[in-house]
């Protein structure tokens, strides 16, 4: 009896607990390994420079996204941009391609690559299919910048948020992973994916709660099992 106590308890704490915010985010450092590559693994993404010291590395590399649905899209959002500044970003530039290579459709609304050290809005970009490329070219051997950040997350549309099973932006239809809320990184174009402190803490304190009579209930499990 003892020990169909504990799986009951067990049982609810795994309904209470449910999927934790703030999940883990993909990293990639441009250049890197992956250059080239297609990645089609996770649910959201963090790319940046390649930096030592404050300066980012010289380099051509380019890295796609791919959704494991083909239903789904890309957002693509830029969170600092800090790259030397060359006439059409002809030396230096950040470039988004609305597909898996560099002969696809440039996102840059300029026609060009993406330098200096001040973001143009809208600072996002979305795929038209579930497909996006990020290429990052510097070759000006003297640079003084830190490179770029960027956050790149699959989606589809939905109306209301009972349509989506993971987070709805406010304002508007994207519906992402859960994971996307309260992770640190804007993915909203309306950052409604990071609201207030106090909202974040709350769902980071629940999931704390959660987790350990998680762990509690296992450990209690266990421990009767043993003995019985």
């Known amino acids: 009896m003892s020990c169909l106590r504990c799986?009951?308890?067990?049982?609810?704490?795994?309904?209470?607990?449910?999927?934790?915010?703030?999940?883990?985010?993909?990293?990639?450092?441009?250049?890197?390994?992956?250059?080239?590559?297609?990645?089609?693994?996770?649910?959201?993404?963090?790319?940046?420079?390649?930096?030592?010291?404050?300066?980012?590395?010289d380099g051509d590399c380019i890295v796609s996204f791919r959704s494991k649905n083909a239903n789904e899209k890309m957002f693509l959002r830029i969170l600092r941009l800090d790259v030397d500044y060359?006439?059409?970003?002809?030396?230096?530039?950040?470039?988004?391609?609305?597909?898996?290579?560099?002969?696809?459709?440039?996102?840059n609304a300029n026609g060009y690559g993406i330098c200096g050290d001040s973001l143009s809005l809208p600072n996002y970009y979305k795929s038209s299919g579930n497909e996006i490329a990020v290429r990052f070219?510097?070759?000006n051997h003297s640079n003084t910048g830190i490179g770029f950040d960027?956050?790149?997350?699959?989606?589809?549309?939905?109306?209301t948020q009972d349509e989506c099973d993971?987070?709805?932006?406010?304002?508007?239809?994207?519906?992402?992973?859960?994971?996307?809320?309260?992770?640190?990184?804007?993915?909203c174009a309306d950052g409604s994916d990071e609201p207030s402190g106090l909202a974040c803490s709350r769902a980071f304190n629940i999931n704390v709660s959660s987790s350990v009579l998680l762990i509690f209930a296992v450990l209690c499990t266990t421990v009767i099992m043993t003995f019985d």
């Open 150 to 159: 960027l956050v790149i997350t699959p989606y589809h549309e939905v109306q």
């Open 7 to 57: 799986f009951v308890l067990l049982f609810v704490c795994v309904l209470l607990h449910g999927p934790a915010n703030g999940g883990e985010i993909l990293e990639y450092r441009l250049p890197g390994e992956q250059c080239g590559f297609i990645i089609e693994h996770g649910d959201q993404y963090h790319v940046a420079a390649k930096e030592e010291n404050g300066h980012y590395f």
């Open 166 to 187: 993971g987070f709805k932006c406010l304002s508007d239809n994207k519906c992402m992973t859960i994971d996307a809320r309260c992770n640190g990184f804007t993915q």
């Open 86 to 107: 060359s006439t059409r970003c002809q030396e230096d530039g950040l470039y988004i391609y609305d597909g898996t290579s560099s002969t696809d459709s440039l996102k």
């Open 137 to 139: 070219k510097a070759d």
